[in-house]
């Protein structure tokens, strides 16, 4: 079974719907992120989560929000998508070591949105 | 600003050819440096990371990369390429154990 997983795969929506993401993870780390993928740009943070009770906004938040249910579910709601919200998207989780030898992030399959 | 730079975009080589992708931070302070391979159609996949110690370091599929701290380099190498190394790579820094920072990535094209 594959320790970080993404519903839905691919989503087809219109302009002004309210469109949610959803990352599991059974990996037990505290650290949850969700990224979008843009051909040419990279991987850009939205949201990242340190702990259950920790939310934090990344570089490009508008118009995008999170929530952490658990310590191993961690949602990314669109709340009126817009086509530029058009983009590939990736969960991703990690854990803290002191010896830095544990920080390595691992990506669920991601999720294909489409806004038309 | 403070970034990740992956200067070659797109690199196209013949199989048997050397591999050297460029990257370059701006993060002073500790940092933990890595490197992912996403394949066509799939997800990212750790090739190789540095903490501390040597800074060469292996990865796997026969890549390594070089922790240059003078320089703020982590440059990624391959001795020969295959033709299943023809994926995006993407350069990633960590900086003070806090959040991720990633290159725009670069794509390689294998000729067979």
């Known amino acids: 079974d594959a320790d970080v997983t993404q519903t839905p795969r691919n989503r087809i929506t219109k302009t002004g719907k309210r469109i949610m993401l959803e990352c599991s993870q059974t990996k037990g780390h505290d650290r949850m992120y969700w990224y979008r993928q843009d051909p040419g740009l990279g991987l850009r943070l939205i949201y990242y989560?340190?702990?259950?009770?920790?939310?934090n906004k990344g570089e490009i938040s508008d118009g995008y929000s999170v929530s952490r249910q658990a310590q191993a579910k961690f949602s990314l709601s669109l709340e009126s998508a817009i086509p530029n919200q058009t983009a590939l998207y990736f969960c991703a989780t990690s854990e803290f070591g002191a010896g830095g030898t544990y920080n390595e992030q691992f990506f669920g399959p991601g999720t294909r949105l489409t806004v038309l | 600003a403070q970034s990740v730079s992956q200067h070659n975009h797109h690199v196209i080589l013949s199989e048997a050819a050397s591999l050297e992708l460029g990257c370059n931070y701006s993060y002073g302070g500790t940092v933990n440096l890595f490197w992912y391979v996403q394949y066509p159609g799939q997800h990212l996949q750790l090739l190789l990371k540095?903490?501390?110690?040597?800074?060469l370091v292996k990865g796997i599929k026969g890549f390594e990369a070089e922790f240059i701290k003078s320089k703020f380099s982590f440059n990624l190498r391959k001795p020969s390429v295959q033709w299943s190394d023809t994926a995006e790579y993407f350069c990633?820094?960590?900086?003070?154990?806090?959040?991720?920072?990633f290159g725009s990535g670069t794509k390689l094209n294998v000729k067979p």
């Open positions: 989560s340190f702990d259950v009770k920790d939310i």
């Open positions: 990633a820094v960590q900086p003070n154990f806090n959040k991720f920072y």
């Open positions: 540095y903490f501390s110690g040597d800074p």
